[in-house]
């Protein structure tokens, strides 16, 4: 499969150019565009599919077999099929866009910071980020040719930044600088909130986007319809991705039970050398 570097960021798989990678950082967009920020694995379908239901309207979740990702957020770094992700937002219809990407900052559409675009920018764990992440390079049928047989190596790839996406912690500092100076377009979302507090993480949606506020039951319904069981039947399809294993586990501590203690120590050290005596340390250790 290919693999290449542009502007030191790795890209593996065939869902990646440098055409889909020039085209996301130039890409134009529309005032009432809201852009998803996120490193891999980070809970990034959770939340398109908790927009999608939020913004689209909820029933938009129930018809399994109409729902098209790429249509409803398009993925705007990556070609799956004939079309990239940034042609196939330039096609929708519905506002505002949701538009999803992977990028860190230097690779990100250039509108966020000079349009002052809105941008949700979701953060987890690191060491449940990479845990997932290796099992994502296997199951994926398109990254298994790039998979570290050992957990360990991978850890170790990750720690350099020697995977797709480039490092987590470059990748999350930079966003959390960014959203930080910039608080009335960026907002913040931790994916251990969600799982422990699903409404009130919504109530911070709703804000930031100014929507009509959803009743209590309704909110109920999105987040059943936003279940990974849900999301599974509606994503592993040939609309969707299928085969590409994009759904996981969604658990937020199994890597208290899974990750190797020795990684720990390394991830920690890392991470408090990146972020220093800053509060956000404690959401990732």
Known sequence: MPTFTYEGIRFDGPAYTHKTIEATKNFQSLPDDVFISTYARSGTHWVQNILIGAV??????ENTQEFEMGKLSPYLEAAFGNKSGCELANEMTRRPRLLKTHQPTNLAPCEIFSMKRRNIVVLRNPKAVLLSYHEFYHNNMWL??????ELSDFLDRSMIGDVLSGSWWKWTKDWVDYCRANPDTNLMIHYEDLKEDFAKEIRRLESFLNLSPMTSETIDRLQALTSVESMRERLDTEKNYKGMGV???????????EFPPEYVEKFDALTRETFGDDDIVAKFI
């Open 56 to 61: 689209y309207g909820i029933d938009i979740l």
């Open 144 to 149: 298994r040719d790039q998979a570290s047989a």
């Open 247 to 257: 759904v996981n586990k969604g658990e937020a501590n199994r890597w208290k039970t």
